[in-house]
């Protein structure tokens, strides 16, 4: 079965960039993404490219959009009009998250009078009137988390709050995923956990970015990356891992993909139609009701 996809975008910061967010958003629109989402910088430091980002591509791809909203650095009411301007924007679903502690600083201190974690920030989204909400998942654990267990007790705890589906950090080891899964349903989820597929542009770049994240790189992809000659050899090498990556999580189950597309569409295109999953002409609405 065709799985549901959704593309993640960062907002651009130049022109020369905001060219590449359109370019990728039209290369991708004809897989009619049930949704695309375009992150937020924790601190708000992103909040108006993002807001500019989410109008565009609204405008011009008519997608469905998603805000990614994080609590870092803001009052709980100054978080929830950003979530206003989202929904004022046509936004319905919104990607809450707490945020990352700001460059500098080594530890997330809460706003005073701020959201202190993500299921708060679940919670009061709820009470303004949002219904789809994502939340992060974690398949090797948050960085911060004691534990695994403690760690999926959080993610359960976000979605008693009341979102609705849970987006994993991207993680190599399918295995891995399959067993947080399985973690989670034991831990009584049964909210969608949808694996977030990072394919890699660049492979020193996500080994150093992996490492932030605590999120594992296996020697065998070294040793791949290691063989390859050319830039087009990496390509093929890069697709031919996630496309294996997805049809095993589909023939498992997984029934919706989130790609980190990295504002670069080739990889992304290339292995959805690896596995399968045809372009369709486009024909005014793309992906559903916006
Ligand atoms: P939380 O769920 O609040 O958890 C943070 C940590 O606190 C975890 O270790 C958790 O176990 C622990 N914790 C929380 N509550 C409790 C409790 N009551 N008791 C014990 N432990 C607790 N970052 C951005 O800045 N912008 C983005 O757009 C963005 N998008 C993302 C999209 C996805 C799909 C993912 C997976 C991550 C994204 N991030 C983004 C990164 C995210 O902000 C960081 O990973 C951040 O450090 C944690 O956010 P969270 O929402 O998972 O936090």
């Known amino acids: 079965m065709r799985p549901t996809l959704s593309f993640e975008f960062f907002p651009p910061m130049s022109p020369a960039a905001n060219l590449r967010l359109w370019t990728s958003v039209e290369r991708l629109a004809p897989l009619a993404p049930n949704f695309v989402s375009v992150t937020y910088g924790a601190g708000g430091t992103t909040r108006a490219r993002t807001l500019a980002a989410i109008s565009t591509i609204r405008e011009r791809a008519r997608l469905n959009v998603a805000g990614h909203l994080t609590c870092v ?5 100054e978080t929830l009009e950003v979530a206003r301007g989202f929904a004022k924007q046509g936004v319905r679903r919104i990607v809450a998250l707490r945020g990352d502690a700001p460059k500098g600083a080594d530890k997330f201190e809460p706003h005073p009078d701020g959201f202190v974690s ?3 920030l679940v919670g009061a989204l709820r009470e303004e009137g949002f219904r789809d909400i994502s939340v992060a998942a974690y398949p090797e654990k948050h960085p911060e988390a004691t534990t695994l267990e403690t760690d999926i007790d ?3 705890r976000k979605l008693d709050a009341g979102a609705t589906d849970a987006i994993t950090q991207f993680c190599f080891d399918t295995d891995t995923f399959f067993r947080f899964r399985d973690a989670a ?3 009584g989820i049964t909210a969608p956990i949808v694996p977030g597929i990072l394919p890699v542009e660049n492979f020193a770049k996500m080994k150093n970015f992996a490492g932030r994240c605590a999120a594992a790189v296996p020697a065998w992809m070294d040793q791949a990356f290691g063989n390859v ?4 050899e990496a390509h093929l090498l890069s697709v031919s891992i996630a496309a294996e990556q997805c049809s095993e999580m589909m023939a498992q189950g997984v029934d919706h993909l989130h790609f980190y597309t990295l504002n670069n569409p080739d990889l992304t295109f290339d292995i959805c ?3 399968g999953i045809e ?3 486009m024909q005014g609405v793309v ?3 916006a």
């Open 287 to 289: 992906g559903g009701t």
């Open 273 to 275: 139609t690896a596995i």
């Open 279 to 281: 372009p369709i002409a």
């Open 229 to 232: 000659e050319t830039d087009a």
């Open 73 to 77: 650095g803001a009052t709980r009411d």
């Open 118 to 120: 993500a299921a708060e």
């Open 185 to 187: 349903a034991k831990a």
């Open 154 to 156: 959080n993610l359960k």
